[in-house]
């Protein structure tokens, strides 16, 4: 039986279109990678210590003198403030001798802000900010009354709807 000359030709898969379709599929695969380490290192925001090795020798020691303070800090935020209401174990205000307030992003510098806290009702400390929809984190860095040091971190999502 022969088959009939009116019948399609299909196209024949030779080794060159093999080769051509695995390269690619190489050159997408490898352009990704290329790109998201790229992204990675450009908004890897840098070190969180100068020395890691240094701060871990007195964490524990830092971390119990902390622990006996008994402050508890939470986060509320609206478009354009930050409220932060920092109250002791009995959920009476606090007032350290000094505290920093910085807000950022997780993953960048870009939208660092120093916030400048003043005292609201009820103890609540109040800052301006700008902020925009996703993550974000307070970090928190002082002093309380009797020297101890204090470090906290508030990891919060701001949603503006």
């Known amino acids: 039986m022969q088959p009939e000359p009116d019948t399609p030709q299909g196209r024949v898969l030779t080794g060159w279109h093999v080769l051509s379709l695995f390269g690619g599929a190489f050159a997408i695969i490898i352009g990704v990678n290329l790109f998201m380490a790229y992204r990675a290192v450009s908004t890897f925001p840098g070190l969180e210590v100068s020395s ?8 524990d020691i830092r ?16 478009q354009d403030q930050i409220a932060l209401t920092l109250v002791d174990e009995a959920g009476r205000p606090v007032y350290p001798a000094e505290l920093e307030a910085l807000l950022t992003r997780p993953t960048t510098r870009a939208d660092d802000q120093l916030l400048d806290l003043t005292r609201g009702p009820n103890g609540v400390l109040m800052a301006p900010a700008v902020l925009a929809d996703g993550r974000w984190r307070l ?3 002082g002093t309380a009354r009797d020297g101890t040091d204090y470090r906290h971190n508030i990891t919060f999502t701001f949603d503006a709807e």
């Open 63 to 78: 971390r119990t003198a902390q622990l006996a303070l008994g402050w508890e800090a939470s986060v509320e935020a609206t």
């Open 139 to 141: 970090r928190l860095t």
């Open 52 to 59: 890691s090795y240094a701060d871990s020798q007195t964490f």
